[in-house]
């Protein structure tokens, strides 16, 4: 774990010395530069009085790297078809179980009858007009509209406008593993 480092990232993002920190924070410049320097491990008193003096989240100094945020550049994004072409998703977004997207749907098309599979899903229809069905609910939804299910539902999407429609979907689940139809 390279606290050290993120301590001194920070320190620095943010224009404080070691000798401002110090006389916040009545530790010594030698012990500081210990600590920057991954030399020393300090203990966890010892890290929140650091982590309130630089105004972060003590849990955020014990994240590993992959645990930080993640970026997905515009022209980085992953598109996938679905529905022998029909749908086409563009993958905005993936963090643990929690993944973003935005569906295009041309006219007529639909996600097919029996759709399931495990999370939460929440919908924000930006574009067209669709039908989404579960169960007994049935809902006409245009631009603007959101809605939201249990995924583990069979649920069913249909454009029913005459131009493309485009969904953005946030999707949750309790698992890393899965495959978002």
């Known amino acids: 774990m390279d606290i050290g480092s993120k301590i001194r990232a920070i320190r620095n993002r943010k224009k404080i010395t070691i000798a401002q920190m110090c006389e916040q924070t009545g530790l010594s410049k030698g012990f500081i530069s210990n600590v920057e320097n991954n030399n020393t491990s300090p ?8 982590a309130n003096f630089l105004n972060v989240p003590l849990p955020y100094l014990l994240l590993e790297k992959e645990q930080h945020m993640s970026v997905v550049r515009k022209n980085e994004r992953k598109t996938t078809t679905y529905k022998e072409g029909n749908l086409k998703i563009e993958h905005l977004a993936s963090k643990g179980g ?66 493309p429609a485009v969904i953005l979907i946030a999707i949750s689940t309790d698992s890393e593993l899965h495959d978002i139809h």
């Open 98 to 163: 929690l993944r973003m997207m935005l569906v295009e749907i041309p006219p007529g098309a639909s996600t097919g009858k029996g759709n399931s599979h495990e999370g939460e899903e929440s919908h924000l229809v930006l574009d067209g007009k669709i039908l989404a069905e579960q169960g007994e609910d049935s809902y006409i939804l245009e631009e603007g509209d959101t809605f939201t299910w249990n995924a583990s539902v069979a649920h069913y999407v249909e454009n029913i406008g005459d131009k």
């Open 43 to 50: 203990s966890i008193n010892t890290l929140q009085l650091i």
